[in-house]
T-cell receptor
Framework: EPEVTQTPSHQVTQMGQEVILRCVPI?????FYWYRQILGQKVEFLVS????????KSEIFDDQFSVERPDGSNFTLKIRSTKLEDSAMYFC????????????FGEGSRLTVL | AQKVTQAQTEISVVEKEDVTLDCVYE???????LFWYKQPPSGELVFLIR??????QNEISGRYSWNFQKSTSSFNFTITASQVVDSAVYFC????????????FGDGTTLTVKP
């Protein structure tokens, strides 16, 4: 069964460092998302991406964050200068249709900022 | 604006009991989609079900059933004869037509099933 894959599964970084989280969505999906879940809290929307551009972003997704799809398969989330409060599980997701299809989530990348 | 409320933060039951997880939503969209996801202790998010706003039929899948009531804006999830493996955090989510497919999640309900 096709799946969304994410790397790394866990990354530890120092505050102020740049981090790139990588995702390979399911190949025939058109819509891509990043969500964040701080430990023990709800799943929060960060950004949606379609047709090689951001469709919508949340207040969390400030100038420190960026996304791109550099090669037609990978979908990356970059945090330019990490803060302690960026420590969370980051989930990549993809779907075929904008609303009707289920979100297929990757297993998540746990980011720990020290 | 969209909002999903899961009023039950934690529920604890004994194996074989039935349990219902509540979900109430708010949206201005006339067409919208409701989802339930399970997050076991391992952390991944597992899709359970999707419901369209124009389809109010209830659904049963094995021990799981879902009751969608548009009149009360609720989409409740019942597990019959619960098992220890059902222990997880369960999230209700909502997606509407007027956003870019973004799903808004509730805060989640932590279900603990004791043997």
């Amino acid at each position: 069964e096709p799946e969304v894959t994410q790397t790394p599964s866990h990354q530890v970084t120092q505050m102020g460092q740049e981090v790139i989280l990588r995702c390979v969505p399911i190949s025939n999906h058109l819509y891509f998302y990043w969500y964040r879940q701080i430990l023990g809290q709800k799943v929060e929307f960060l950004v949606s991406f379609y047709n090689n551009e951001i469709s919508e972003k949340s207040e969390i997704f400030d100038d420190q964050f960026s996304v791109e799809r550099p090669d037609g398969s990978n979908f990356t989330l970059k945090i330019r200068s990490t803060k302690l409060e960026d420590s969370a599980m980051y989930f990549c997701a993809s779907r075929t249709d904008r609303n009707t299809g289920e979100l297929f989530f990757g297993e998540g990348s746990r980011l720990t900022v020290l | 604006a969209q909002k999903v409320t899961q009023a039950q933060t934690e529920i604890s039951v004994v194996e074989k009991e039935d349990v219902t997880l509540d979900c109430v939503y708010e949206t201005r969209d006339t067409t919208y989609y409701l989802f339930w996801y399970k997050q076991p202790p391992s952390g991944e998010l597992v899709f359970l079900i999707r419901r369209n706003s124009f389809d109010e039929q209830n659904e049963i899948s094995g021990r799981y059933s879902w009751n969608f009531q548009k009149s009360t804006s609720s989409f409740n999830f019942t597990i019959t004869a619960s098992q220890v493996v059902d222990s997880a955090v369960y999230f209700c989510a909502l997606s509407g037509d007027t956003n870019a497919g973004k799903s808004t999640f509730g805060d989640g309900t932590t279900l603990t099933v004791k043997p």
